[in-house]
Structure formats: C-alpha cells, structure tokens
C-alpha cells in the first residue's frame, strides 16, 4: 500500500528538516505535563514561565489549562527522549530538543498519509494523490507546525481522521466504522474542547447519505456503541476539567474579556485577507481552492458540502477567539487543521484544469505557486517565528509609534510593512550576511522612521535547524549529528523511493488492460 510508504517517507523527511527549538510557550507546559505524566503518573506542572491563563491552582497544586489529549499525543516524543538519553556521549540539551519534534512528525505525517487515502476515495489518480499530499506536507503551514510540538500536530491528525471516517461511513456505515468514527469524534475533543462544534455536522452528514440510500438501519444498529465510545471519551474530559479546577464544565482556560469575545470581521479579515496572517499567503496552495470549489460543488454536492461546514465553523470560533492571530506564531496556526480539507476541494478540478489548453502554462503556473509555497515554510522553518514580533515589541516601547494595529500582540497582522513574511526575509538576510546592523534597512522605517537599538534580537537570531544544536555551544558532538544526519537521510531517500515506485500489482493491471 502507498499510504504507509508515505507516511514513512514524511515522518524521516519532516525529522530530517525538523527545529532545534525545544518546546515554548504553550507547548512547554503541555510537554513538562506530559514529563509529569511518564515520570510520575500526575498531571500537575512546576513551570513559572509563561503568561497567567495557561494555569489554573486547586488544591496547592499548579495545572496547564489545556486539554489532556495534547499532554497524551506528546508520550511518544518525551519516551523517545528517555531512550535516546540512555545511550552514552549523547548531549542531554540538543537530545531533549530534537526528541520534542517526533510525535508532531509523526502525526502531521499520519494526516498526509490520510490526506492521500481520501483523494484516492475521490477519485484521484495514484499520482495526483501522492502529488497532493506533498504538496500538502511541503508547501503549506503543514510543513512548519510538523516540525514544531504545539497542538496543530494533534488537531490536524484528529481532524483529518474524523472526516475521512465520516465520508467513509457516508459510502457505507457498518458498526465498526461507526464506533471508529466515534473514537475520532472523542480524541478530537480532548485535543480542543471547542471542537464539539463539528459533532453535528458529522451526524448530519452520515444519516443524511444513508437515509438517501435507504441504509438508516445500519447506522442506527452502530448508534448505541457510537454513544458508548463517545461517552466514554466525553468522561476522561470532564474528569480532567474537574481534576484541574473542581468544575466538569470548566477547563480553567480564562481571558480577559472572555475567550470568544473578538471582533468576528476583524478575525475572519485577519485570517484570510490580512498581510500579517493570511491563509492564502502563508499556504499559497490554497488559491486553488477558489478555483476548484465549484467543480467540487458540482461533482460531490454533499460531500463538499459537509467540507465546506467544517472549515466556516472553524473559521467563525477562531475569528471570534481572542487570540486569534496565536502569536507568537507563525501564520494562521489555528486554521492548520482545516488546510488538508479546503486543499482537497481543489480536486478534480486540477487534473482536468492541466489537461485543457496551454496546458505548458498551466503546469508551469501550478509549479511556479506549489515552488512559492515551499519558499514561504522554509521562510518560516528558517529563523525561529517568535523573534520578529519580538523585534516588533522592542520597537513599538522604545520609539512609541503610532503605525501599530493596538490589538494583543497584533503589531504585524494588518500593516504590509510589519508583516512577518517581510521581517522574516529582513532577518534572513541579515544572519546570512553576518550584518547585524538590524535598524538601517528595517521594513516598517517608510512608517516609523525613529531608530530602535535591536542588538538584543541579533543576539538571539539564529538558524533554526536540529543539526546546528548539535555542532555549536559549549560542548559540540559533530560525530553524533553526522550519524544522525546520514541516518535520517538514508531513511527519507529509501522510504521516498518506496513511496514514488509504482506496487507491482498496478504495471501487471496496466500491462493487462494494454494486451
């Protein structure tokens, strides 16, 4: 089968590529959780870094407020560190860093390996259906939060499995399916508990299809086990909001004003039009979408359907949410999940778009925005994303410029001359030429022309690449990252081999239909 191969191929390829960034902000306090959970079968933390609303205290004890999925899907990182610390001249700092990326490799991964078995579903050529999924891994925000332990991981994998399971069991409900639909209906809730918006949708669209095909008996044969399984999933939930705060129904997550109390059209601006955060300019992928969507509205009705409620809903909770820029972050972080689902709405449109004419320019145009989309997430991969708002912050206190948009940390979404794809590339140059004269061709000076001492961003500049952790600092290892450099490699060549190679069964099929 071609989906494992793919996905072994991602995992290696996205370790291979992956930061030298150990987990920060949010993700720190899921990973020291999870630290906790391993070593001591608790789930309390003893961090005091970070902002108030990523704890909450009962009963002299200190908890992050997010959802025990997250502090579970990181397991299999933190394991992996323990095993790799056993082995002797290995140094402890550059290990527990590069071990951190392992689970969101391996589960961005898994959604693009899910990603290949749905365009299959719809039809797509074995080709096309590889080609989609690289796309997605290497050319959209995929690719930068699979190397990076925040949560995008987790709800992208869970998200992506949820639908696929729903549209199979659109096709054809059986019992098991239904109960598996169930297990991804409750793993996706405990990865963000807002995300039991989606449930309805889900139950729509599977009653819906199997009452036009006169099949309702059989979902509603699978319903007490889907209870069941849900139920069980909805228990670990509320045992977890009680454990952390005394309530079932709180998970301790507090914000100022209210955790959805953002202006809607200002998100959704922000989130799709906005220069500083934009989908289409941190996915550029996503342009074929506009271009597709009809096709698929044509072909699939209900199915597109179904697609197209799952990404408004997201969009409209996460406009609304506070934070919906997630700075310090690079690019729209929370609509990761829904980008797998709005690319495959570019199907199949797209094959069939290359076949008509020009077709030389079409393919070209496509490789031209695919090639620009790997351009920007090895932008982003490049330097660490949270120094440029950094940089952002340093200026705005010291010069008191006006130009800013006055939102929480929202100084680069809205104005071209602060947006971090402009101030990434600003850096960028500047590591590579060793100039660290940050303040002369700074991009916003056409608006803020007062200078701003940046010294201490240069100092804290740097490539954001696993190997480097290894050949610099006090105590280098090059013998250990050269092993496991060539280890890494030698598995994403094989596997990527293995993964492009047509199985046998197809030439025999194909040699067949030709005789």
């Not at 340093?394 to 402009?422: M, N």
Request: charged share 15%.
């Amino acid at each position: 089968m071609t989906a494992p191969r793919i996905f072994a191929f991602l995992f290696f390829a996205f370790m291979l590529l992956t930061s030298r960034e150990p987990p920060w902000a949010d993700a720190h306090v899921v990973y020291d959780t999870t630290q906790n959970f391993v070593d001591h079968a608790a789930l309390d933390v003893h961090l005091e870094s970070g902002p108030p609303w990523f704890y909450v205290h009962r009963d002299g004890k200190k908890y992050g407020v997010f959802p025990l999925g997250n502090v579970v899907a990181m397991v299999p990182s933190y394991l992996s560190y323990k095993l790799l610390a056993k082995i002797p001249g290995l140094p402890d700092k550059p290990i527990f860093a590069f071990a951190a990326h392992v689970a969101p490799s391996l589960m961005m991964a898994a959604a693009c390996a899910l990603f290949f078995v749905m365009m299959r579903r719809r039809g797509a050529t074995r080709g096309w259906a590889t080609g989609g999924a690289m796309i997605l891994a290497f050319s959209t925000l995929v690719f930068v939060y699979a190397r990076s332990p925040y949560s995008e991981a987790l709800q992208t994998l869970v998200l992506v499995w949820l639908v696929e399971r729903t549209l199979a069991m659109g096709d054809r409900p059986t019992t098991a399916g239904i109960g598996w639909l169930a297990v991804a209906a409750g793993v996706l809730v405990n990865s963000k508990l807002v995300n039991v918006l989606f449930l309805p949708l889900v139950a729509w669209y599977v009653i819906d299809r199997a009452r036009r095909r006169g099949e309702l008996d059989r979902v509603w044969r699978a319903l007490p086990l889907a209870i069941i399984v849900f139920g069980e999933f909805m228990a670990v939930a509320l045992w977890h909001n009680h454990l952390k705060t005394g309530s079932f129904v709180d998970s301790g997550y507090q914000i100022k004003n209210g955790v959805f109390s953002g202006d809607l059209f200002a998100g959704l601006y922000g989130l799709l039009l906005s220069t500083g955060k934009s989908a289409f300019l941190y996915s550029p992928p996503l342009l074929l979408v506009l271009l597709g969507v009809r096709t698929a509205w044509d072909r699939r009705r209900a199915e597109t359907l179904f697609l197209l409620g799952i990404i408004a809903i997201s969009l409209l909770f996460n406009a609304k949410f506070r934070h919906w820029h997630a700075d310090y972050c690079w690019g729209p972080r929370h609509l990761t999940a829904v980008t797998p689902l709005a690319l495959l709405l570019a199907f199949p449109w797209l094959p069939e778009a290359l076949q008509r004419g020009r077709a030389r320019l079409r393919t070209f145009a496509l490789g031209a925005l695919v090639t620009v989309g790997v351009g920007v997430q090895l932008l982003g991969a490049s330097i660490y994303w949270d120094h440029y708002i950094r940089v952002l912050i340093a200026v705005k206190d010291q010069t008191g410029a006006w130009a800013w948009y006055q939102e929480h940390l929202s100084h680069g979404h809205y104005l071209p001359a602060f947006s971090p794809l402009r101030g990434q590339w600003w850096l960028l140059r500047h590591l590579v030429r060793d100039d660290p004269d940050l303040d002369r061709d700074a991009p916003w000076k056409s608006l803020v022309p007062q200078p701003a001492n940046m010294s201490e961003a240069w100092n804290r500049t740097r490539i954001d690449w696993w190997l480097l952790e290894f050949t610099t600092g006090d105590a280098p290892r090059p013998k250990v990252a050269l092993a496991i450099f060539l280890l890494l490699a030698a598995a994403t060549t094989a596997t990527g081999v293995a993964a492009l190679r047509r199985p046998r069964r197809d030439e025999e099929r194909q040699a067949l239909a030709r005789a």
